[in-house]
C-alpha cells in the first residue's frame, strides 16, 4: 500500500521536481526529495488549519431559568435559578453566544397547587449552534396559593441629632404590598424601617432597608413571601427647615338656618391651600381658619364666595408663613328641609271593584303616620297628600281579608304606620 503511494506522488510531483531541479540547478537527488517533502507538510499544515477553522467545539454556560404558564393567584418555589448548559457548535459561533440567546424554560401550565419534579428545557436559535445537555435536568417546584395585603412602615429613630427637633420623617413609599403564602401573611404583622439621622446625607435623605419585626423563625428565610421592593427612601424634615405642605380651609358657621331646614354639609373650593413655612409651624397649625360664615335664615342650598384674607393677628403670631392660594374660596352650603310627621285619624279606605252581592266590611277607615316636609304639609290647604286602597276586584270567596294599599299622591311623602293594616270582607 504504502509503495503505491510512494510511486503515485512520484509521478505527480516528478514534473515539479524536473522543473525546481532545472531552476535552482540542484544536481543530487537528496536535496529534491527533501525540497518535495517540505512543500507537502506545508501544504497539509495549511488543510489542517482551514480544516480546523471549522471544525466542532464545546463551550459551557450558565443561563437563568425561566417558570412559565404559571396560574394567576399562584406562585411557586424552586431552588434552581440558574442552569450549565453544554453547547455544541462552530467555535466561532460559540464564542457570540450569549446567556441571553438561550431559552432555559420549566412549564407550569395547568399546575395547580402542589409540588412537582418537572423538566428543564433548553433551546436555542443561533446558527451552527445546539444544545448538548443541561445540568441538571429536572428541578423541583413547589406552587401555592398567593395572598396580598398592603402594610405601612413605621419607622424607629435609633439615633437623633443632638440640638435639632425632628419635625416629619417622610417615607416613600410609605405602605407596601407583601404577597406570599397565607400562613407567611398572618404572620407578618408590620413593617418597619430604623433610622439613625447620622446616616442622612446633606439634604436630610437615606434609603432604609425594610425589617419584619416579630417574624417567626420558620418564615424568616423569606421564601414564603415577598415584598413589592426591599427598600424604602426616607426624608426626614427639621423644625428650621423650610418647607411647602397643603392644609384643609376651615370655616366657623354662625347664626342658624330657617326652621325646618338643616346646613347637611358645606363644600369649599379649593379645599386645601398651600402654605410655605417652617417645618415647626405644621406640628402647631394643622387647618387654615376661612372665617366665620353667616348661614342665618338660609333656606335652601346655597353658594357664597367669600375672600381669602390672612388676619392680622395670625401674621403677627406666624411671621414669614406665605400662602399661595386663590383671592377668594367659593362654599356650597348644602341644606335639606327636616323631616317631619303628621298623624291622620279615620282616613276613608276607597274600595276598587266589588264582591257579588252585599258585605260585611270589618272598617272603612284608617289612621295613618305619614313622614314628610314642613313646607310640603303648609302648601296642601287641608289636602290629604295620600289615598289608601283596598282592591276587591276578582274577589270570588265568601270571607276574605285584604291589605290595605298606600299611595301617596304628593312627592315626598312616606308611610310611617297604617292602622289597621287590612280589612275583612264578608258576604251576606
Not at 407578618?188 to 435623605?205: A, E, W
Not at 297628600?385 to 265568601?398: A, C, L, R, S
Request: proline letters at 4%; one cysteine or more.
Amino acid at each position: 500500500m504504502f509503495e503505491k503511494i510512494k510511486t503515485t506522488l512520484a509521478k505527480l510531483f516528478a514534473p515539479l521536481g524536473r522543473w525546481i531541479r532545472s531552476v535552482l540547478r540542484l544536481p543530487h537527488k537528496g536535496h529534491i526529495k527533501l525540497f518535495v517533502f517540505s512543500l507537502l507538510l506545508s501544504v497539509a499544515l495549511w488543510c489542517f488549519v482551514s480544516y480546523d477553522n471549522h471544525a466542532k467545539a464545546i463551550r459551557t454556560i450558565s443561563v437563568p431559568v425561566q417558570y412559565t404558564g404559571l396560574d394567576r393567584g399562584l406562585d411557586k418555589r424552586s431552588n434552581i435559578g440558574a442552569v450549565r448548559v453544554k453547547l455544541i457548535g462552530k467555535e466561532k459561533s460559540l464564542l457570540k453566544v450569549a446567556p441571553e440567546d438561550i431559552d432555559v424554560t420549566v412549564d407550569l401550565r395547568d399546575k395547580g397547587v402542589g409540588t412537582y419534579t418537572l423538566d428543564i428545557e433548553a433551546t436555542t436559535s443561533t446558527a451552527g449552534v445546539r444544545v448538548a445537555r443541561v445540568y441538571p435536568l429536572r428541578t423541583k417546584v413547589s406552587i401555592f396559593q398567593v395572598s396580598k395585603k398592603i402594610l405601612p412602615i413605621k419607622v424607629t429613630l435609633t439615633n437623633k441629632a443632638e440640638g435639632q427637633s425632628i419635625s416629619d420623617i417622610i417615607l416613600t413609599p410609605s405602605q407596601i404590598a407583601v404577597t406570599g403564602k397565607r400562613d407567611a401573611l398572618k404572620a407578618i404583622k408590620s413593617l418597619g424601617v430604623s433610622l439613625d439621622t447620622k446616616q442622612l446625607d446633606s439634604n436630610g435623605d437615606v434609603t432604609l432597608p425594610i425589617t419584619i419585626p416579630d417574624l417567626p423563625e420558620q418564615f424568616q428565610e423569606g421564601r414564603d413571601y415577598t415584598l413589592s421592593q426591599e427598600n424604602v427612601a426616607a426624608h426626614v424634615v427639621f423644625g428650621n427647615e423650610i418647607i411647602t405642605k397643603e392644609l384643609p380651609l376651615a370655616y366657623a358657621l354662625v347664626g342658624k338656618p330657617k326652621s325646618g331646614v338643616e346646613i347637611i354639609r358645606v363644600i369649599s373650593f379649593p379645599s386645601r391651600v398651600k402654605v410655605r413655612a417652617r417645618a415647626s409651624f405644621f406640628d402647631k397649625i394643622k387647618q387654615i381658619n376661612v372665617g366665620k360664615i353667616d348661614v342665618a335664615g338660609i333656606s335652601e342650598t346655597t353658594v357664597l364666595e367669600v375672600p381669602f384674607v390672612v388676619s392680622e393677628e395670625f401674621k403677627r403670631l406666624h411671621p414669614g408663613v406665605e400662602f399661595n392660594a386663590l383671592s377668594k374660596v367659593r362654599l356650597d352650603i348644602v341644606c335639606r328641609e327636616l323631616a317631619t310627621r303628621k298623624f291622620y285619624d279615620s282616613v276613608p279606605i276607597k274600595f276598587v271593584g266589588q264582591m257579588a252581592g252585599d258585605a260585611i266590611i270589618s272598617n272603612r277607615t284608617a289612621s295613618i303616620t305619614v313622614e314628610t316636609t314642613e313646607s310640603l304639609l303648609n302648601g296642601l290647604h287641608g289636602e290629604v297628600p295620600f289615598e289608601i286602597i283596598v282592591d276587591m276586584t276578582n274577589i270570588v270567596q265568601k270571607k276574605v281579608t285584604l291589605p290595605i294599599s298606600f299611595k301617596a299622591r304628593k312627592a315626598g311623602v312616606k308611610l310611617i304606620n297604617i292602622t289597621p293594616n287590612v280589612v275583612t270582607i264578608e258576604q251576606k
